[in-house]
């Protein structure tokens, strides 16, 4: 019955003059990720988006499944609404609420005697010769005269069993049954890509997604020491990377064996420190991959202070070893935090998956928690002409 489906945006709304920017992204996002459905027209009216095919025929059950489970993360959306377009007129209108009640409300009053309702109507054409309560008034007397005030009982609180919306504009009017929430922030694409350093964990995917939400693409950075680590790891991390391109254009993944520079800081250097050099390696190793490509910043998963290596004075000393731009969403998140993210994204069960990683090859009994850049620096002279084994490492990255 619905032949049109509304969307809504937030803080598009307050970008100014740069609003239509946003939307135009957002609109394209959404024609991408929907491609699947045939003849979908996407088009901007007056602070809404609307879905509908070109010829305004209803959409199928197929169709609207696929619409919801598309947009239920998509980023620079606040939320959504399947709908029945039809004239701002009010006789048309109450035909056609008339028309599809049996298909919203019998299904509830088969599980139930009675529910309660509430119309929530806006007007934004304002030569309609009602008023928003008047019109809200006139189509609670319609569903009372269909099924009787004792099944349908009016109730203007939130929690109503069944909400039915009515925006009144210029143009059409629309009315729907159900409002689905979206991913919020910004559309993916209307900010700088960035390069992830992607690991199996859990705290990497989460800040991929919320970088995504702040309108950055992102590409994937992932390790791995073949042979000191399983194909598993290879396998889950490309997993996880596949599963965050469903919210955004297809980032490339990039897979860099680490396990010669990581040999060699091994042979060299004093063991408490193996795994900031790692981590300082990782990032040189990101960023001599971003700057070949489309990348402006770094992104990783660090929460301050929840390992070793995340303390104030580890992450400055690894932060070092890069010159561009780390973003870090998740420094002020605790671990339940970063779950709960994970849980509500769909990346948690992915991640849970136990696999050994780069990070664990050698690792030190007692890893330092403090460090200054210094000291690093005298250790990493140890190694002598490390850029080329990072050269060599990155010649032989494998591309996803």
Not at 2 to 20: Q, S
Not at 194 to 216: E, F, H, N, W, Y
Request: glycine letters at 6%; proline letters at 4%; one cysteine or more.
């Amino acid at each position: 019955m619905y032949n049109a489906v509304i969307c809504r945006y937030h803080e598009i709304a307050i970008k100014g003059h740069n609003r239509r920017n946003f939307e135009r992204q957002l609109m394209g996002n959404m024609q991408h990720s929907l491609k699947s459905i045939a003849n979908l027209k996407v088009r901007s009216v007056r602070g809404r988006i609307w879905l509908e095919h070109y010829q305004q025929e209803a959409f199928s059950v197929d169709e609207l499944e696929i619409i919801k489970e598309n947009l239920r993360f998509m980023f620079g959306m606040e939320s959504f609404s399947p709908a029945i377009f039809v004239k701002s007129d009010m006789a048309a209108i109450e035909s056609a609420l008339d028309s599809v009640l049996d298909d919203v409300v019998l299904p509830r009053l088969a599980v139930k005697p009675a529910i309660t309702f509430r119309i929530r109507a806006r007007r934004s054409n304002k030569a309609f010769p009602l008023c928003s309560k008047d019109i809200e008034i006139a189509l609670a007397t319609v569903m009372g005269d269909r099924y009787g005030h004792d099944k349908v009982k009016v109730h203007l609180d939130d929690d109503a069993e069944l909400t039915v919306g009515c925006e009144v504009r210029d143009e059409f009017t629309v009315l729907f049954f159900e409002t689905f929430r979206s991913g919020g922030g910004l559309p993916v694409g209307s900010n700088s890509p960035v390069m992830a350093l992607l690991s199996g964990g859990i705290d990497s995917p989460v800040a991929c997604l919320l970088t995504m939400k702040r309108g950055s693409e992102v590409d994937f950075m992932s390790f791995h020491s073949a042979p000191y680590t399983p194909q598993d790891t290879v396998d889950k991390v490309l997993k996880i990377g596949r599963y965050l391109n469903k919210f955004q254009r297809k980032g490339t993944h990039y897979f860099a064996n680490i396990n010669s520079i990581q040999k060699m800081i091994r042979d060299n250097c004093d063991p408490h420190f193996r795994t900031i050099l790692y981590r300082r390696m990782m990032f040189r190793i990101a960023e001599m991959v971003a700057k070949k490509g489309r990348a402006k910043a770094l992104l990783t998963g660090e929460s301050l202070g929840q390992v070793a290596s995340q303390t104030v004075e580890n992450m400055s000393t690894i932060n070092a070893a890069a010159t561009m731009l780390v973003l870090r969403p998740l420094v002020g998140q605790d671990k339940l935090e970063t779950i709960q993210l994970a849980e509500k994204y769909g990346t948690f069960d992915l991640s849970k998956v136990q696999v050994p990683d780069s990070c664990t090859v050698f690792a030190p009994p007692s890893p330092a928690t403090r460090s200054d850049v210094s000291r690093i620096e005298r250790e990493e002279e140890l190694l002598g002409d490390y850029q080329a084994v990072l050269q060599e490492i990155v010649d032989k990255i494998e591309v996803y």
